[in-house]
């Protein structure tokens, strides 16, 4: 590779990141706009801001070579992601929630939660949810950021962990929502560019699209051969219902991911950040193409490097990369595209961490901030932004300390990676999904109800996580050490928690709504002021 | 079809595309829609801003 090349890359990057750091802090004046980017945002920033949060590394490399796995049904993904993540969550979620939100004046997801419920300790208890469960998945962001950097600029993972924790944490302390959004356009922009060139350049070096589809199908028989016991049938079939790989694919892959994207806070916190009703729906235009250029292409990418390996060594993907999932799409780039391109794909690499990073980092300090310090524990330090900010700061610290613990806990550092969003994106999804679709769509939903479906959604999620899901249990060790074994129930030792927690949450916002009080008129004719039935 | 093995793999290909034209036909079906609330929001935003104390307070 070519490191002068690289460097101006990097240099270029990082310039342009600054600068739109810096005009984020220039615009700031007030809570609202910290927290908000004062409501004011273009909608095609939104949204490719929100694509950009919600796409991390681990989307692109790690899910990328789970489909050099896995093979093609991961598209499965795709489809929800634009269907459930975009289309749903805009049309369904997004419209009422950026109107309810206004209408209470929230800032935040719990604050919104909270005023909808009338609930002060249900805001508090949420934003301490998203500051203790969240630092998990942004460790794991960081620790994917920190580790790419390392080696592709041969430096100490402990360097460049804190300059890339440095610099992401600058522009979000101090440019607030507008710097975190500006910066996501960019690097959503750049991300956008180079899977385009990556999707071409797959397809024509593998013989178009339906020639690489037909080389893929006819090397089934080596996927039967690895992995045929567990239920592969090739790559571009689904595995054999109920076989542990299509368990594997279908619930924690598909569904854990693709449902849970709905409750995420820093994703529902972007519906609030624009001005109108109508720019939401010209969002889901773009945020549409942009999330089917994004994990579609790295899919079909992961799943083709087979071909090309296998043209090339006459090894699939997985063997090439010396059995190491997250190293396919990187040795792919390297090996395939252009020396410039690997340059390119560098900067989109560290553009998909540091927009996902960045929100998470917003999110836990408004969390920690707004929700838990200033509204639940009443603190008040000069002024709201100042507030925001040191919590931001301790948010950061404790992710940071966590990223830097992590590998010594666990030596397959980037299976972590996976494990941190798939349990971040379900307690999310299990604790405040039931009650934010009661929130927006059933007036009759009490707090009481609320606050009974958010503990039982974390409950059996946690529970799930220790004493069920081996993928989780094992080596968390409690299971074996109280009971002797990996899992208490074999049966579903590869179902994700998300499968078992979400409907019992379910069950129980709608069980307890029939037998609490329903909330007070005044509280539901505020929140609903303006929303057509 | 499609080069591919089996019809739940042909599904997922073309339902990522279907899924994204779907968002882009909305998109473009809902550019101004819906409209009537605009206006009502920015007096309330301005009421808002003359009213809130966090929004006075708040300078860096």
């Known amino acids: 590779m070519n490191m002068i090349f690289l460097g101006f890359v990097v240099i270029l990057y990082l310039s342009v990141i600054a600068f739109l750091g810096y005009r984020g802090y220039k615009r700031t004046k007030s809570t609202s706009d910290y927290l908000l980017a004062g409501r004011k945002i273009h909608p095609m920033i939104m949204a490719i801001s929100y694509g950009a949060t919600f796409i991390s590394t681990s989307a692109i490399v790690g899910f990328g070579g789970a489909a050099a796995v896995f093979g093609m049904g991961v598209l499965w993904l795709t489809v929800l992601n634009i269907f459930v993540g975009i289309f749903i969550a805009f049309v369904f979620f997004g419209l009422r929630t950026r109107k309810m939100g206004h209408n209470l004046d929230a800032h935040t997801f719990p604050e919104l939660l909270g005023r909808r419920f009338d609930s002060q300790f249900l805001q508090t208890a949420g934003g301490l949810l998203i500051f203790l469960a969240m630092p998990l998945y942004a460790a794991a962001i960081i620790l994917g950021g920190a580790q790419f950097m390392s080696t592709t600029l041969a430096i100490p993972y402990e360097v460049s962990l804190v300059v890339f924790v440095g610099i992401v944490a600058m522009y979000v302390i101090m440019g607030g929502m507008r710097g975190v959004m500006y910066t996501d356009a960019f690097q959503g922009t750049v991300m956008f560019v180079s899977m385009t060139i990556l999707l071409v350049t797959i397809y024509s070096s593998t013989g178009g699209i339906v020639a690489a589809h037909t080389k893929l199908t006819a090397l089934a028989p080596q996927a039967v051969k690895i992995w045929g016991g567990a239920g592969h049938q090739g790559w571009t079939a689904m595995p054999v219902f109920w076989s542990p790989l299509w368990q594997q694919l279908v619930t924690t892959i598909v569904l854990g991911v693709g449902i849970g994207v709905l409750a995420q806070p820093q994703l529902v916190v972007r519906f609030m950040t624009v001005k109108s009703g109508h720019e939401l729906n010209r969002a889901v235009l773009a945020g549409g193409v942009f999330i089917m250029m994004m994990t579609g292409v790295a899919f079909v990418v992961g799943a083709l490097a087979n071909v090309y390996f296998f043209e090339q060594t006459e090894n699939i993907a997985l063997l090439a990369a010396g059995k190491k999932t997250d190293a396919i799409i990187p040795l792919f780039i390297k090996d395939a595209m252009p020396w410039w391109f690997t340059s390119l794909f560098m900067i989109t690499l560290l553009a998909a961490a540091m927009s996902t990073l960045s929100s998470q980092f917003h999110s836990m300090g408004s969390a920690f901030g707004r929700d838990f310090l200033e509204k639940g524990l009443k603190v008040k330090i000069k002024d709201s932004i100042t507030v925001n900010k040191l919590a931001m700061i301790a948010a950061i610290l404790f992710s940071t300390l966590l990223a830097f613990g992590l590998p010594l806990f666990y030596q397959e550092g980037t299976a972590i990676i996976a494990t941190g969003t798939a349990i971040f994106f379900g307690l999310c999804a299990s604790a405040f999904l039931p009650m934010f679709v009661g929130a927006l769509y059933f007036k009759r939903m009490s707090a009481t109800a609320a606050l009974a479906s958010f503990w039982a959604g974390i409950g059996v999620s946690l529970f799930a996580l220790i004493f069920i899901h081996i993928k989780e249990s094992k080596p968390l060790g409690l299971c074996n050490l109280l009971f002797g074994t990996d899992t208490l129930i074999p049966v579903l030792q590869n179902l994700d928690p998300l499968i078992m927690a979400l409907p019992v949450s379910v069950i129980t916002a709608v069980v307890v709504t029939f037998f609490s009080k329903p909330p007070s008129q005044r509280v539901t004719d505020q929140a609903f002021k303006n929303i057509k039935k | ?60």
Do not use: H
């Not at chain 2, 499609?2 to 042909?10: A, E, I, N, R």
């Not at chain 2, 409209?35 to 300078?59: A, Q, T, Y």
């Open chain 2, 1 to 60: 079809m499609l080069g591919f093995q089996d019809w739940g793999v042909t599904l997922a290909y073309v339902g990522t595309i279907v899924s994204a034209v779907i968002c882009v036909v909305y998109g473009i079906v809902n550019w101004n829609r819906p409209r009537e609330d605009e206006e009502s929001e920015i007096n309330e935003e301005l009421e808002w801003e003359k009213n809130d104390p966090e929004l006075k307070e708040g300078n860096i």
